[in-house]
């Protein structure tokens, strides 16, 4: 008896011993195949691109080397059709440093003509905010009036946005539509001289409205040398609720009903001419800003106002670069020009009429790095006949040197 006990225990050993092998090995399989499949996708791939520019400004009151701008972009493809990118733009200027998301964004590639993106994406509004804006793409160390992060135009939002393009013929036609959270509009609440202007860095939306816009691209040329481009805005950038509530005086100011419309027609010109050896390389861009009258409370005296709520700007700019010369130094230099304009409402608080030109020598090290140097006059008229002891206008005239370094990552 005590013999068949023995071996029925060795036999219940034996096949735990055996079975708690398989699970082992069981174990040892699933993990292979996880690690099988989570081997990298030769389709896969991430990448840190992006920007950065150093340099000297020196002003007839200030010379200051600055360090303009960081921003890397950061780059993940997964197979062939998903792809998410981001920019981080960094800044050390007056001692302070600062840290902004340009944007974030995932892209779906539905067909060949139709891509479709989320999340904060640049506005297609015009070429130079989508396109021109890296400090290595764009001839100049700053942006043209009315054009950049402070101007008068979107620059970037959070939303959905639908694009591509098609053949026609031997020509090609590209196209963009969105829907974005849209502006703000300010109502003097916070800056009382800012009264009327929109501001587009928001992160949340102040309504139930959204803003959408398109923009339609028209390369007529088999070489895709010349691209015209009309584009589109339209908002509702006030709030349900009145920013006087409370104020039995003004609790009718409401701005739930202002509209924005946003135009802007774009021009890019590149030519390789045997005549001249080089290349010449023309932009322009005209912006206007309507919104709907409002009436606006005077901060010195409590009395109401109201303006045309129109803005303009416009930029043209001529680049020539030797590329065809025999000289391997000479070809590297390229001379630039741009002229710019931006106008305010006349009547608002914020009323200008700024012009500059610029004028500047780049020299190409590669082909994304490059060294700029630049001879900047800016003139501007100031003034607000909704203020009121200013109901003239005020020059000032300003010039700058600048010496700034480029570079691509």
Not at 94 to 108: E, I, K, P, V, W
Not at 156 to 161: F, L
Request: contains cysteine; charged residues 15%.
């Amino acid at each position: 008896m005590l013999q068949k006990l023995i071996l029925a225990g060795g036999f219940v050993l034996c096949f735990g011993a055996l079975k708690a092998q398989d699970t082992i090995q069981d174990q040892i399989n699933n993990l292979k195949d996880d690690v099988t499949t989570l081997k990298r996708d030769p389709n896969t791939n991430f990448m840190i691109r992006g920007f950065s520019q150093f340099g000297l400004d020196a002003g007839s009151d200030n010379v200051n080397f600055n360090m303009t701008s960081f921003n890397p972009v950061l780059l993940w493809r997964q197979g062939d059709r998903f792809l998410f990118e981001s920019e981080l733009e960094m800044e050390y200027m007056s001692n302070q440093f600062g840290l902004n998301l340009g944007y974030a964004n995932a892209s779906f590639v539905v067909s060949k003509g139709v891509v479709v993106k989320v999340g904060k994406i640049l506005i297609p509004f015009g070429t130079f905010g989508e396109k021109f804006h890296p400090s290595w793409v764009n001839k100049f160390s700053s942006a043209p009036l009315g054009v950049g992060h402070d101007g008068m135009l979107p620059m970037a939002d959070i939303g959905v946005e639908v694009r591509g393009g098609l053949q026609v013929g031997k020509s090609k036609l590209s196209y963009s539509l969105f829907c974005v959270n849209g502006p703000r509009i300010k109502d003097g609440t916070e800056e009382p001289t800012e009264a009327g202007m929109l501001s587009f860095e928001n992160a949340n939306d102040n309504n139930n409205n959204k803003a959408v816009g398109a923009r339609i691209g028209f390369l007529p040329f088999s070489n895709s040398s010349l691209e015209i481009g009309v584009s589109g805005y339209y908002a509702k950038p006030g709030s349900k609720t009145s920013p006087f509530a409370g104020d039995t005086l003004n609790e009718d100011l409401n701005y739930k009903d202002v509209t924005a419309l946003l135009f802007a027609g774009d021009v890019a010109y590149i030519k390789v001419i045997n005549l001249i050896k080089g290349t010449i390389d023309i932009k322009g861009q005209h912006n206007i800003s309507n919104v709907s009258k409002a009436t606006y409370l005077n901060p010195e005296d409590t009395t109401r106002y109201t303006f045309t709520n129109k803005c303009s700007s416009y930029y043209v700019q001529l680049a020539y670069r030797p590329a065809l010369v025999a000289n391997n130094v000479l070809r590297n230099f390229e001379l630039v020009g741009r002229y710019s304009v931006y106008n305010t409402p006349k009547g608002s608080l914020w009323y200008s009429n700024q012009s500059q030109i610029e004028v500047g020598l780049n020299y190409w090290f590669v082909w994304r790095t490059v060294l700029k140097i630049s001879y900047q006059i800016s003139d501007g008229a100031m003034g607000g006949s909704g203020m009121g002891n200013m109901p003239g206008m005020s020059g000032m005239k300003t010039s700058m040197f600048l010496i700034h370094v480029a570079t691509g990552l």
